[in-house]
């Protein structure tokens, strides 16, 4: 059974940065497609990014474009989301996934894909 572990949330003021840590066990996790959601209070989990097996493509969206940067580290089993300049608004419980088989970009940016979830890291952005 796969399984995710997030770390690296915390509070923070706006402006600063963290980074988020997804370390993954189980099989076949090197084929795996990774993926870093949100959910904040009264929302629905939102799409942030996602990184393919292989020779990595990433994805990005537009909220967290040029501020966020997805990678992979295969001979650790991690999947970290750097993310800078944060703004109050980027709270939220952040959660690694990840997806057996995806054919898309737009797969990859459907929580619906995704077959593993961690159990979130809380991350406060101080105003």
């Known amino acids: 059974q796969v399984q995710l572990v997030e770390s690296g949330g915390g509070l923070v003021q706006a402006g600063g940065s963290l980074r988020l840590s997804c370390t993954l066990s189980?099989?076949?996790?090197?084929?795996?497609?990774m993926g870093w959601f949100r959910q904040a209070p009264g929302k629905e989990r939102e799409f942030l990014s996602a990184?393919?097996?292989?020779?990595?493509?990433?994805y990005y969206a537009d909220v967290v474009q040029g501020r966020f940067t997805i990678s992979r580290d295969s001979a650790k089993n991690t999947v970290d989301l750097q993310m800078n300049s944060l703004k109050p608004e980027d709270t939220a419980v952040y959660y690694c996934a990840a997806a057996s088989v995806a054919s898309t970009e737009t797969d990859l940016r459907r929580s619906s894909r995704y077959d593993y979830w961690g159990r979130g890291t809380q991350v406060t952005v101080s105003s």
């Open positions: 990184v393919t097996w292989g020779t990595p493509t990433t």
């Open positions: 189980g099989p076949h996790i090197s084929t795996l497609y």
